[in-house]
């Protein structure tokens, strides 16, 4: 079967990935605050969460709607940001299938936090009574990157102002945010 190529040469496709509670979502906002209109949040946690109510699990459907969702976007139009744990081995060869399909520049970020900041910033969001220390040493995986060094790791000393002024100047969404609002 022929693969799809997606969005244009102008559209950009950008992965936010890390362990719970490492910044992923607030950088995602911040980029769509910072863009205005014309950049689409895919976010795992709505995806899976919310939408279909499913456990994060090998082969579940929220792998596949993310990659549509993803895809409808950039066909749209759309800047598009991934976000979300989204772990290597279950998501991996989606990302890598989306990467390979998009027309545009594609560009991905790890937002790394060792695991004691973790437990620090988890204690601030509202599942933290929820979700104790034992679940998120479950769920952690330090420096999960995809294959193919095809991720920029940003550190936890990288606050949030400054991560979405570098993903905003790295990926050149800086430049069309002015043109496009």
Known sequence: MP????????TRLIVLRGNSASGKSSVAAGLRDRFGRGLAL???????????????LPGAANIGL???TARYALDAGYHVVVEGILHADRYGDMLARLRAD?????????????????????????????????????????????????????????GLAATVDRIMKDTGLTGLAARDR
């Open 102 to 158: 998009h027309r545009g520049p594609t560009h991905g970020y790890y937002l790394h936090v060792p695991f004691a900041e973790t437990l620090v910033r988890h204690a601030t969001k509202p599942i933290a009574d929820e979700v104790g220390e034992d679940q998120l040493r479950e769920w952690y995986r330090p420096l999960d990157l995809l294959p193919g060094a095809v991720e920029t790791v940003v550190g936890a000393d990288s």
């Open 3 to 10: 693969r799809v190529k997606v969005g244009t040469a102008e």
């Open 66 to 68: 993310i990659d549509l």
């Open 42 to 56: 895919v976010a795992q946690d709505n995806l899976r969460r919310v939408v279909l109510r499913e456990r994060d």
